[in-house]
């Protein structure tokens, strides 16, 4: 593959990575004071109208204002992925990472026999890099993908960030609003591939499909609760009735449909977060896999079931307190594995969460850094390879706090021989990253 440019800046400290506080709802802490600001002000004078109207809202359906409602939304207006912006993500820091997905998308494709055509649908694909450094790939393996049809689909809500997408991936020759499809914008890559872009996971085609979610889950909307010593209680946010512009959590002051719904009978902790929407969408995905092959792979912070309060807000690299200037901040949690895996149903097979670190040295991130490092000759692109590679895998920053976790076939898993003759010797190929890599 091509030498490594000198092309994305580093930044220092890894900044969405921190697990910060959150707010802690047993201590409910206050929101603070609005500065002023027009986008901030509007979506807050838009909740504060409603939060005194109807009551307070679920945690969910706050997340879900601040990040896409659609005038004053964090990612309908901001989204601001990148050094210059809110957080940085592992595409944003070096194509590297990019490049092993890319290959395991095609290692994948190798082991289930090559398939005519295939789909790549990214959930979330912020500034579109992802994808862009995938398709190198491909462009690169062209003579192995050649007989193979291959076309891109892009889960997007946030204009602003599909209109960056578009520009990466197509140089920003796109149609709007084209009439023949479900899609709400569609394009050619510059390597020549089909792209289109839709609002919801619904709106793919069927077919064979590899998808991808890199920091998606963790944007989705979640469902907070708290153990009191009266029950489970969901956490709720209200408008301080002693404070003007003032947001504040509160508690239900009974249970509510979502404890009744969210909360098993055996959990042990005393807070926990849900993502029903997560649920959904992987309940989707699982359904889209069994019926028409393929695979899903999830990369994002996140935990088995274990933690408790990751809610959190990201704003110039820096903690943000989630209920100040709504729309102006990332909000984000950890994603539950454990719940994803329970919503696949048992549709497909799971493997992981795997540490990000493990899985990148699987794919071969060494041999691929040894690669770079003797291809480039100056030392600033020595320096930028390495600290690219010591964000991606050292444990104390992204190396064991991301995860990958991935869903397949269950025939995947499974020789097809082994049903009717348990001692064939020939073994099923491994699942790259979460084994050996071989490309065969
Ligand atoms: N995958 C990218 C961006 C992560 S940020 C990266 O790693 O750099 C989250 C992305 O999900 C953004 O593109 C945001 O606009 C998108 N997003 C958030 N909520 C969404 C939803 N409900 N449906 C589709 N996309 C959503």
């Not at 004078?45 to 945690?59: C, D, F, I, Q, S």
């Not at 042990?268 to 699982?286: F, K, Y």
């Not at 690219?388 to 995947?412: I, Q, T, V, W």
Request: glycine share 10%; with cysteine; proline share 7%.
């Amino acid at each position: 593959m091509a030498a490594l440019p000198a092309r994305r800046a580093l930044l220092a400290a890894a900044r969405r990575l921190r697990p910060g506080p959150g707010s802690l709802p047993g201590s409910l802490p206050a929101g603070r004071r609005l500065r002023s600001g027009s986008g901030a002000e509007a979506l807050l004078r838009h909740l504060g109208r409603k939060l005194r109207a109807t009551g307070p809202v679920t945690v969910a359906e706050y997340m879900r204002e601040a990040l896409t409602n659609p005038g004053q939304g964090y990612y309908t207006r901001r989204g601001g992925i990148g050094e210059s912006g809110d957080f940085i993500t592992s595409p944003e820091i070096s194509q590297v990472f990019g490049e092993l997905i890319g290959i395991w998308y095609i290692s994948e494709w190798i082991a289930t026999g090559k398939p005519k055509a295939f789909q790549l649908v990214e959930l979330g694909p912020g500034r579109g890099t992802l994808t862009d450094d995938i398709l190198r790939v491909f462009n690169q393996l062209s003579s192995l993908l050649s007989k193979c049809d291959v076309s891109i689909h892009l889960v997007e809500v946030s204009p602003k960030l599909s209109e960056i997408q578009a520009l990466t991936l197509t140089g920003g020759k796109v149609q709007s609003n084209p009439e023949d499809e479900s899609a709400y914008m569609k394009g050619v890559s510059k390597t020549g591939i089909p792209i289109f872009w839709y609002r919801d996971i619904q709106d793919v085609p069927p077919g064979y499909s590899f998808h991808l979610a890199h920091e998606f889950f963790d944007a989705l909307p979640i469902h907070k609760f708290q153990k009191t010593e009266r029950g489970w209680r969901e956490v709720l946010v209200d408008i301080d009735p002693e404070v003007p512009d003032q947001l504040r959590f509160v508690l239900s002051p009974s249970s509510t449909p979502a404890t009744e719904n969210f909360i098993q009978p055996e959990e042990t902790r005393d807070h926990v977060e849900v993502c029903p929407e997560a649920g959904v969408i992987i309940q989707r995905l699982a359904c889209r896999i069994e019926k028409d092959g393929g695979a899903a792979l999830v990369a994002d912070y996140g935990h088995d079931g274990t933690k408790t309060d990751t809610f959190r807000g990201f704003r110039n690299h820096k903690l943000h307190d989630v209920l100040k200037a709504p729309g102006t901040a990332d909000l984000t949690a950890d994603v539950d594995f454990s719940y994803l895996r329970k919503m696949t149903q048992g549709r497909t097979a799971t493997l992981g969460p795997i540490k990000q670190r493990e899985f990148l040295k699987n794919m071969g991130i060494d041999l691929r850094l040894q690669v770079l490092l003797q291809n480039s000759g100056d030392a600033a692109t020595h320096e930028q390879l390495l600290h690219s590679y010591d964000m991606l895998m050292n444990p104390e920053k992204m190396g064991d706090c991301f995860n990958f976790f991935a869903l397949l076939p269950h025939h995947r898993l499974v020789h097809p021989d082994k049903k009717q003759k348990p001692e064939s010797k020939s073994p099923i190929p491994p699942v790259a990253g979460f084994g050996e890599l071989l490309l065969k």
